[in-house]
C-alpha cells in the first residue's frame, strides 16, 4: 500500500502531508474534545460571568487556564472551539454523505437509464444549479423549520440543516457520476455482462459503481469544505443550530457584536480555526484530483 503510486504521490506533496497534518489535528482536537479540552463550555453550572472577557495569553491579566481567553458568558474560547469543531465537522461530514447518496443513485439512473429518464433528472440538477448553494439550503432550511412545530425545532435542527445543505450540493454529485456512467455503460465489460443475463441493477452496483467512484471521492473531499462554510453561514446568519449546539459559526456570531469593542479574541480565534480547517480539507482534496488523474501521473 505504501509503495503505491497514490502514498508515493502523498509523500513528495508538502502540501498535501501539511494539510493532512493540520486536518488531523483539529480532528483530533474535536473528536476529542470531552477528554482534551481544559474546560466544558457546554456546562453553564461552571460558568461565571465573573471570568467574562479574559484576554488570551500574552496580553495584560492573562491567566494560563484560558489559553485563548473567554468570551461575554465566561465560556473559554479554546474549549468552545473544540466542541465548535466537533458541530460543524458532524454536520458537514453528514451533509456531504447525504448529498453523495442522493447524487450517485441519480447519476447511475440517469447514466444507464438514460432517454426520458436521463433528460427530466438532468434539467432537474441543472435547475437547481442555477441557484447559488447557500439561498437553496436557506430555503429548505427556512420552509422545514417553519413547518415544525416549535417545540420540536431546536431537538430537530440539527437534522434539518444536514437535509438543507446535502440537497444544496447533489447535483454537483449526480452530474458527475452520470458523465462517468455513460462513459463506462458502452465499455466491453457492460456488454458482455449484458450478453449473458446479468440483471441490470447488478450491473450498476457491482461494475458501473466501482469505477466512479474516484471522481465521488475527489467531489467530496472538496465539498466537505463547502457543507462547513454553509453551516457556518447558516449559523452566522442565525438561521442555523440554536445557541445549545454552537458551532463554529454560532461562536463566530456572538463574538461579532464585542470584535470592535476590544475583545476581538471571541470572534478571531473561531475564524482562524474554521478557516484552517476548510483549507486544508480544499488542500487535500486539490492533491487527491491530481493524483487520481491519470493523466498527470
Known sequence: MFDSDFAYSFRKSPVAVVSAIVALILAGAAVFAPWLAPHDPMDVASLSLLDSFKPPIGMADADWSNLLGTDNQGRDVLSAIMY??????????????????????????AGYAGGLVDTVLMRVADVQLTFPSILTALLVDGVITAALPRTMRDALQIYVIVFAIGI???????????????????????MAARVIGVPSWRIVAGHVLPNVIGPVMVIGTLGLGLAIVAEATLSFLG????????????????GDDFLFSGQWWVTVFPGLALILMVLAINLLGDWLRDALNPRLR
Open 84 to 109: 465548535g469543531m466537533r458541530i460543524s465537522l458532524l454536520v458537514g461530514f453528514l451533509s456531504v454523505l447525504f448529498a453523495i447518496v442522493v447524487g450517485i443513485s441519480v447519476g447511475l439512473l
Open 168 to 190: 444544496s450540493l447533489w447535483p454537483n454529485f449526480a452530474r458527475t457520476v452520470r458523465g462517468s456512467t455513460l462513459v463506462e455503460r458502452n465499455k466491453d465489460y457492460v
Open 239 to 254: 438561521v442555523g443550530l440554536p445557541p445549545t449546539q454552537p458551532s463554529l459559526g454560532t461562536l463566530i456570531r456572538f
